[in-house]
């Protein structure tokens, strides 16, 4: 099956008088929706209490909770400090992910900066085998880390950089972010033959099984020269790209994906739309 679902809470959900990220779940329930993720993009900052009732109302609803790591984490860095600092992080968020109950962990593997890139990605992936031994160490294989595709330049996550990670650990699962790929290949997925090539890509770089459940990320996205601008909304019509394409390719693959929307403040609405997209184009077969 695939799931779809929202990014946070759309604008709706408090506009309808909803103060809490507990009352969502059954919420996106009602308008179908099975998936979805729970930003600690600024900080991990919430109690055993308030995550153990998200995690009762997730589960009472049957849906699928993911997490996103803090924005802050910066795995290309040789500084001792720097790098005890992003094994916190990690600790809290995951943590935090098992109180709720979430299954998968979202995460930024960092950026360039000044550095060659080929040195930052080196320093990247030694960073992350840190982590996976904490990991290891400390039992905490019961979520999946998910290295995210990123939409800048400068930031390591390009779509080779995402597999060569996966390929370090066989429980790490790509993120793939469409939209991020649209933005720092300047508008490069303009058709479906260009979706084919990402997932032909996906496939040969982690093999068939462990992309089957990949997970991913979709929204409409502005950029400039240097990629990633910000999300926008499937009504932004002028951005892309187009979720028809990517559809189809999911398809004709009978892959099962985890599809959140990152959608700007229609996250829950452009999701149910991608539902309806999906299903109009599974009905064609």
Known sequence: MVLFGPAGNSESFYAEGHKHTYEAFSWIKAKELRAFEYSFGRGVRISQTAAEKIAHEAY?????????????????TDDEQKAEANLRYFLQTITAA???????????????????????FALAKNSLSAVLRFMQDEQLYTVTLCP???????????????????????????????????ARGLGALKDEQDFAAVLDKLENGIGKERMHHFHAHFSRIEYTAAGEKMHRT?????????????????IKRNLEPVLICESRGTMAEDAMEMKRIYEKELGKT
């Not at 009472?60 to 290309?76: F, R, T």
């Not at 109950?101 to 000044?114: D, E, K, L, N, W």
């Not at 790209?241 to 999911?250: E, K, M, T, V, Y």
């Open 148 to 182: 995210e595709t990123m939409g800048r330049l400068k930031q390591i996550g390009d779509l080779d950089e995402i597999i060569d990670l996966c390929l370090m650990d066989e429980k790490l699962v790509p993120a793939i972010d469409f939209g991020h790929l649209h």
């Open 98 to 120: 098992v109180w709720m109950g979430a299954t998968r962990i979202v995460f930024h593997p960092g950026s360039a900066g000044t550095l060659a890139r080929a040195a930052a």
């Open 234 to 250: 499937f009504a932004d019509t002028k951005y892309g790209p187009d979720f028809a394409p990517l559809a189809r390719q999911i």
């Open 60 to 76: 009472a609803n049957g849906i699928a909770l993911s997490v996103h790591a803090p924005y802050y984490i910066n795995l290309a």
